[in-house]
């Protein structure tokens, strides 16, 4: 497990991150999310040590990370980074071996990668002569070159066409049901929905929410789809309501934190047919909206 523990660290006068503590676990899909500038980027490079923090701590398995553990993390920057003029294979092989792998290890590992993203054709071509996707795809990689046993991803679906944000999905829930704790980042807040178990939201240099998807779908007071046929205004006055607006065709109504939807229902019967009562439950674009409302 890798943890973040109050990080900090400042540009000049600006706080980019400020005192930033989450944790990402084996097993788990955590996405990170925050609008331009929210600090996203930066903490990504302090936990892979490519900037240095101001304070705070990242620690590995319990203990501080340290220069040999960040070797075995897989990492895709933001600035991507790899050589236009060379070809695709040479330089995936070449970053393998800087991994540790042998020369005929880091080869059948790297055709390997290459297949299953759909990039077998494409070994012997020079990384500039490939369209932005398919570029992108050769960095998704080189992130995954040799065993990471950690995968720091900035924004690794961006640029990526539906088939190929499908296997990037895949291959990723591989690694994380095999052990491997993903960090990734993103703006598409539907696929964050679609794959994340953690989710992280971060504004402003901090974070502002954090917690399984369930938790945060959850968190808020429950609210309900009344569906009855004509205005339901009565709501209003059902113990546990503390908030109705009302529908040409009945209502859509808030309960407390605690309390039970059964007493709503009996006196929506009570007044009429019930067509339809849902409970309402937020996306992960709503929870996003609202928590990084200015
Ligand atoms: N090298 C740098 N020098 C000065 N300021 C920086 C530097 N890198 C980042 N910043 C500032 O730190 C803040 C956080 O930027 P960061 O790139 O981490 O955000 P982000 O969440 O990754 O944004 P985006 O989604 O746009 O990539 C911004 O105010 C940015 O201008």
Not at 31 to 55: D, E, S
Not at 91 to 120: I, M, W
Not at 142 to 151: D, F, I, Q, V
Not at 261 to 290: K, N, Q
Request: hydrophobic share 40%.
């Amino acid at each position: 497990m890798l943890e973040l523990d109050e990080l900090v660290r400042d540009f000049g006068s600006n706080r980019a991150v400020d005192q930033v503590s989450f944790r990402v676990s084996g097993n788990r899909l955590t996405g990170f999310v925050g609008g331009n500038g929210a600090g996203k980027t930066t903490t990504m490079r302090m936990i892979m040590g490519v900037l240095a923090a101001n304070g705070g701590e990242i620690r590995w398995h319990g203990v501080p990370v340290s220069a040999a553990d960040r070797r075995d993390f897989g990492y895709m920057p933001e600035e991507r980074g790899l050589y236009p003029k060379q070809t695709v294979l040479s330089q995936l092989v070449y970053l393998a071996r800087l991994r540790g792998q042998s020369t005929a290890d880091a080869r059948q590992h790297t055709l390997a990668l290459l297949e299953r993203l759909g990039l077998a054709d494409k070994s012997a071509a020079r990384l500039e002569s490939l369209s932005l996707g398919n570029q992108q795809r050769v960095q998704i990689a080189a992130a995954l070159l040799g065993s990471p046993k950690l995968l720091i991803l900035d924004e690794p679906f961006s640029g990526l066409d539906p088939h190929a944000v499908d296997t990037m999905a895949e291959l990723l829930r591989e690694y994380a049901d095999a052990g491997v704790p993903v960090l990734f980042s993103s703006h598409q807040l539907d696929l964050v929905e679609r794959l994340c178990d953690d989710l992280v939201i971060m504004t402003a240099g901090r974070v502002v929410a954090k917690g399984t998807a369930d938790e945060l779908r959850h968190r808020d007071r429950p609210r309900y789809h009344l569906i009855t046929g004509s205005p339901a205004g009565w709501a209003r006055t059902v113990p546990g309501v503390t908030d109705v607006e009302e529908l040409p065709d009945g209502a859509r109504i808030e309960l407390a934190a605690e309390a039970e939807p059964g007493p709503l229902l009996a006196e929506a019967l009570r007044h009429g047919p019930v067509h339809a009562f849902t409970p309402l439950v937020p996306s992960i674009a709503d929870i996003y909206r609202e928590m990084t409302a200015a």
